[in-house]
């Protein structure tokens, strides 16, 4: 059974630092990873998918890499701001499953302080 | 990008009353719909994956006769809490996927049994 961990749980920092959130996965034999988004009291917003044959995905201050061997995955937030402030959830779908049914970290609570 | 809405985004109801949520893809057509559920403070739990047209599938735990998934079309689901009781009361997030290999998820229901 896949089991997907994030640290920390919670985080919070100073308006303008870099960080870096952290996702494992049990079985490496993911089809991809993919990092969300959730706000208080709302849904996902996707941010973020890796397919199993990439290294890295881009998008503006975000930068998403994967390790699939050592089962993990980090997300890097550049130049952090109060805006970013938010839970960050990563998911892989089920090993037999090609993009279907997520199994899902429980999320780091992102806190940026202006 | 692709947009997923759900109606309504909040709900009260009485204990023993029946509620429906409804999920729909406003810009594609969605192949597959998945229905989640989260409690405060805890990630996104998978409850079923519907095709349309066919009967949805259920992770282990849920039960069918309680939560009735109609996916009636490529752009609606419907989620129907039937019986509903204080301990049902949570946070529902759909989710769609299309061609592609990513989910978009809804923006969530907060159901409130009394």
């Known amino acids: 059974k896949q089991e997907v961990t994030q640290i920390p749980a919670a985080l919070s920092v100073p308006e303008g630092e870099n960080l870096v959130l952290n996702c494992s996965f049990t079985?490496?034999?993911?089809?991809?990873l993919q990092w969300f988004r959730q706000d208080p009291g709302k849904g996902l917003t996707s941010l973020l998918l890796?397919?199993?044959?990439?290294r890295e995905q881009t998008s503006g201050r975000l930068n998403a890499s994967l390790d699939k061997s050592s089962g993990r995955s980090t997300l890097y937030i550049a130049a952090s701001q109060p805006g970013d402030s938010a839970t960050y959830l990563c998911?892989?779908?089920?090993?037999?499953?090609?993009?279907?049914?997520?199994?899902f970290g429980e999320g780091t609570q992102l806190t940026v302080n202006p | 990008g692709a947009v997923v809405s759900q109606h309504p985004s909040r709900v009260i109801c009485k204990s023993g009353t029946s509620v429906k949520i409804e999920c729909r893809s406003l810009?594609?057509?969605?192949?597959?719909m998945f229905w989640y559920r989260q409690f405060p403070k805890q990630s996104l739990m998978l409850m079923a994956t519907?095709?349309?047209?066919?009967?949805?599938?259920?992770e282990q735990g849920v039960e069918k006769d309680k939560f009735l998934i109609n996916h009636a079309s490529l752009t609606l689901s419907t989620l129907t809490v039937t019986s509903a009781h204080p301990e049902d009361s949570s946070f529902y997030i759909c989710?769609?996927?299309?061609?592609?290999?990513?989910?978009?998820f809804g923006p969530g229901t907060r159901l409130t049994v009394l």
């Open positions: 810009d594609f057509q969605a192949t597959t």
């Open positions: 079985d490496s034999a993911i089809y991809n």
């Open positions: 989710s769609a996927r299309g061609q592609g290999r990513a989910q978009y």
């Open positions: 998911a892989v779908p089920l090993k037999e499953t090609s993009g279907s049914r997520l199994t």
């Open positions: 890796i397919q199993s044959s990439q």
């Open positions: 519907s095709n349309e047209g066919s009967k949805a599938t259920y």
